[in-house]
């Protein structure tokens, strides 16, 4: 199993090269970059990580396929597979809809769109000549005149049922948001088979205190619960007890700081570099290919360091 590092949306500009080269130097297998409104690009993040690090593999989590014309994404994706053979990670997904509807982006049919986009961005890659006249998209003789020598692994970048069904058809895996447990990979494989890959994203704490890892874990919680969640809670045994907790709670904060320490123990990576080792055994055991670390705490630079204590995993 990898292991790999989001780079924070809200992490500082000047912040972001240092802390790649870090994640590089720590050992960590990828480090992924986010593209939420209204943040920073994806494609703009990844090609600075690529240029300034030399192994580490970079994932783009996600490209909202609504906000990217399917083909300057392959032209783009094309770009930095051509210039970084083997080490680029491309996933798409529907993005957030509230986000997008803000940018005028939300599709019609989410759904077709991304089966549409799939298609089509596959073929680019592949170097073919391609006309399409679909619900969502619409291509008229379209070739890249480099096509890349290694096509990038194409990840969706979904959750829900019909959306997860679609990717284990179209997509090479699925990289799922935060809370990733053991019971929603096990749910989530029931629904795209065994050979399907996963990449988990997950909040993570390590510290020698594990009550002090839990309270840094707590402050990246504080949004887990709404609607977008509730297919990532369903299957725990605490879901309804989650919920009423959610429910009577009146903010985010005070609903993070009312939650137990077994559930943010289920909820995070969280605890001493050997709590945080038997977690990732768990999520391995689970069908979990990749697990990617959230850094949680103010200090990212001292988060990185301390989530590499788990390193190496094996």
Known sequence: MKIGLVAPPDLGVTQFVG??????????????????????????????????????????????????????????????????????????????????????AWPGSPLTLLREYF????????????????????????????????????????????????????????????????????????????EHELIAYNVAAVDDSPDHARTLARQALTAIGEPD??????PLPFAVEFAALRKAAGSQEEFAAALPDEWVDQLAVVGTPADARARLGELEAAGAGHVVFIPAGPDPTAAVEALARVLPYR
């Open 19 to 104: 802390y790649a080269q870090r994640a590089e130097r720590l050992g960590f297998d990828e480090l992924w970059v986010v593209e939420d409104c209204f943040f920073r690009g994806g494609i703009a993040q990844a090609a600075v990580a690529l240029a300034k690090t030399e192994r580490i593999q970079v994932g783009i989590g996600v490209l909202p396929a609504g906000a990217r014309n399917v083909a300057f994404a392959g032209m783009e994706v094309a770009t930095l597979a051509g210039m970084f053979p083997g080490r680029l990670l491309a996933g798409i997904g529907h993005g957030m809809p509230a986000w997008l509807r803000q940018a005028g």
């Open 119 to 194: 298609t089509t961005v596959r073929a680019i890659l592949a170097g073919e000549r391609v006309g399409f006249d679909g619900a969502e998209v619409q291509l008229r003789d379209v070739r890249l005149q480099s096509p890349p020598e290694v096509v990038p692994p194409l990840y969706a970048g979904v959750r829900g049922p019909k959306s997860l069904a679609l990717a284990a058809e179209v997509a090479d895996g699925t990289i799922l948001a935060e809370p990733v447990t053991p019971e929603y990979l096990r749910a989530v494989r029931e629904i795209v088979g065994a």
């Open 229 to 234: 969640w509730a297919p990532h809670l369903a």
